[in-house]
């Protein structure tokens, strides 16, 4: 299992890396750069132009590899959840696909309206939850982490399973503020669902997790500070969608919370950053919103945020591996 796991993500990262390092070129050529918010910190201008949506090119190997695994060993892996959770994933990343697009044809940095949106990712995760009830991969009960208690929520279940999964996409659309963020933090969530999927011998999380890992490794060799390339709301839904999927592949959906805290922060402080000003009438608690640029505005470079993120991110799953 573990030398298929280690093909699994050598073959996603290099294929990534291969497959970024022949198309960056033809999506400058073309132009497909994206647009910096007016609003954001000044200094993101010089941003401006960078090819987007290159999150399809570590979409692309991730589901190759989930391809070829499935028919080299369909007998070590519950190919049903892995597909379910696999498609629902892409079919987010087809959102933002949709967003990136309109985005490029505006030439603006507003694609989909919020509403719109927010529509879609609901009908995916409404499929999702529907989908893997109606199989009976999942019931109503949920796994409390830390607490170490099952909690029969009924028919609340598929509300909050609906929620959770929307909740959590968005979350990691808002990390993808800077160059670096996004893939960093989600290749340590991959890492960690790897991890304790192997301890409990769960093949077909670890091999979810193997290819996503080395997917985000991968694209972060040309999306590191200084980008060359960002992965657009393509690749951060579709991120969104696949650590959620892991979590619930891994019978313990709210982990995500924990081990995503990171995600949660970001999603927090915009909240929390538009309450206060409303609130206020006009006052903003932090100097803007995500928190990654706030911190960026209170001086801290993109490469110390990306470097206190996974920080955060490897103590809480750490924790988590340990409590839960």
């Known amino acids: ?55 399809l090119f570590f979409i692309i190997p991730i589901m190759l590899v989930l391809i070829i695994a499935s028919l080299v060993m369909p007998d070590m892996l519950d190919l049903p959840r892995l597909w379910i959770t696999a498609i629902s994933s892409m079919l987010f990343g087809l959102i933002g696909i949709i967003d990136d697009m309109a985005k490029l044809r505006k030439k603006e940095n507003m694609g989909l309206t919020a509403p719109q949106k927010f529509f879609l990712q609901l009908v995916v995760a409404s499929a999702f939850v529907g989908i893997m009830a ?5 019931n109503t009960v949920i796994y409390i982490p830390f ?16 929620v959770l999964i929307c ?19 989600t290749a ?4 960690f669902f790897l991890v304790m999927a192997s301890v409990s011998d769960n093949v077909t999380v670890c091999l ?22 960002f992965m657009g709301d393509t690749g951060s839904l579709f991120l969104g969608g696949a650590v959620v999927g892991l979590a619930f592949l891994y019978a313990s959906p709210l982990i995500i919370l924990v081990v995503g ?15 206060y000003y409303r609130l206020s009438h006009g006052k903003r608690l932090f100097k803007m919103a995500p928190i990654h640029h706030h911190l960026e505005k209170c001086g801290f470079s993109e490469n110390k945020i990306v470097f206190i993120a996974i920080c ?8 988590s591996a340990l409590f839960m």
């Open 312 to 319: 955060i991110t490897l103590v809480f799953s750490v924790i």
């Open 1 to 55: 299992m573990y030398i298929y796991l280690i093909i699994a993500m050598i073959a996603a990262l290099s294929a990534t890396a291969i497959l970024l390092r022949i198309f960056i070129p033809k999506l400058k050529s073309l132009k497909m750069g994206q647009p910096i918010y007016e609003i954001g910190p000044r200094w993101h201008k010089s941003k401006e132009g960078t090819p987007t949506m290159g999150g």
């Open 147 to 162: 607490f170490k208690v099952d909690i029969d929520f009924g028919f609340f279940y598929y509300i909050i399973s609906v």
């Open 188 to 191: 340590v969530v991959a890492a």
């Open 134 to 138: 109606y199989k009976g991969y999942i």
């Open 261 to 275: 805290i990171v995600y949660v922060i970001e999603t927090a402080s915009v909240i929390l950053q538009v309450t």
């Open 208 to 229: 979810f997790s193997a290819a996503v890992f080395g997917g985000c490794i991968g694209f972060l060799i040309y999306n590191a500070y200084p980008a060359k390339i």
């Open 167 to 185: 909740g959590v996409v968005n979350s990691v659309n808002l990390t993808d503020g800077i160059d670096g963020l996004a893939a960093s933090v």
